[in-house]
């Protein structure tokens, strides 16, 4: 393989409350990786090292993710350690809280910066829960964010991330796509975890990427079926984890196992993953 991603969800927080959310985990009693310098730099060495080891030609990626990572701390000193060690770094945010500072300082070395964006209305976007202290989401100001990114760094790439649900499928967002431009839209269909609830049937699925049928814009679909057991994720205490039947599944922290066993706990469906990138 060419890249390997390695999602890293540094932090479970969030300033949102989307009702669907998948970053609920089990409760570890063990504190979150992120808030620790020593315990972060251990993490991404032996994350490089083991899969280096396994995949010597291949890059890796490291996507991090959340819960919003802009809450953590030590956000910037993640990003410039892993991309020291030699990894390429993609990281995933609602942007909400994201600053002209953290733009400046660590657009330079991100290779891909993806944008959630769910609905362009105030009331869908509240139902969904995505709005914090009654405040939604100035458009003006991803524009803005994206334009920088774009001046800073001349070879990011811009991936916009919607998640279809029972309060935006009928939609319609191709103009604010087609205005964006990103390089990648990432259309996934609501996984339902640790709940019988379907968030997304599949004919509400369908209906969004029907309307969508026409932009003219790197579109790439994922259906609950091809998310399930077709990422490398790695939960905010450090352990490998997976989305099985509805529910997750978690190895031992990485920091107990030794580098050259690490692989062996990673849980997931290459066939699949490969059909993903």
């Not at 409350?17 to 993490?43: G, M, P, T």
């Not at 990011?156 to 998640?163: G, H, L, P, R």
């Not at 049937?201 to 399930?228: A, V």
Request: hydrophobic residues 35%; contains cysteine.
């Amino acid at each position: 393989m060419k890249e390997i991603t390695i999602n890293w969800h540094i932090i479970q927080k969030c300033n949102y409350k989307c009702y669907y959310c998948f970053a609920k985990y089990d409760n570890y009693k063990k504190k979150e990786i992120h808030y620790s310098k020593k315990e972060i730099e251990l993490l991404l060495n032996r994350v490089y090292e083991a899969f280096k080891l396994k995949y010597k030609d291949s890059d890796l990626r490291l996507n991090i993710a959340g819960g919003e990572p802009t809450l953590s701390k030590n956000l910037d000193y993640i990003i410039q350690t892993a991309f020291s060690m030699g990894f390429k770094i993609s990281i995933i945010t609602n942007s909400s809280i994201l600053t002209t500072k953290f733009i400046r300082e660590n657009a330079k070395y991100i290779s891909m910066f993806a944008i959630s964006i769910d609905s362009l209305d105030t009331e869908t976007n509240h139902k969904i829960g995505r709005f914090s202290k009654n405040k939604s989401l100035e458009f003006s100001k991803i524009f803005k964010n994206i334009e920088l990114l774009r001046i800073i760094n001349k070879d990011i790439k811009i991936k916009i991330n919607t998640v279809i649900n029972k309060y935006n499928y009928h939609e319609y967002i191709g103009d604010f796509i087609s205005l964006v431009k990103p390089d990648k839209w990432k259309v996934f269909q609501a996984l339902s975890i640790n709940t019988n609830k379907i968030h997304c049937t599949e004919e509400q699925y369908m209906i969004f990427l029907q309307k969508h049928r026409n932009i003219n814009i790197n579109l790439f679909p994922e259906s609950n079926d091809e998310m399930t057991d077709s990422y490398i994720m790695i939960d905010p205490h450090g352990r490998f984890y997976q989305n099985t039947n509805s529910t997750y599944t978690y190895s031992a922290s990485i920091l107990d196992i030794c580098t050259s066993e690490i692989i062996n706990h990673v849980d997931v469906n290459f066939d699949k993953y490969k059909n993903r990138y």
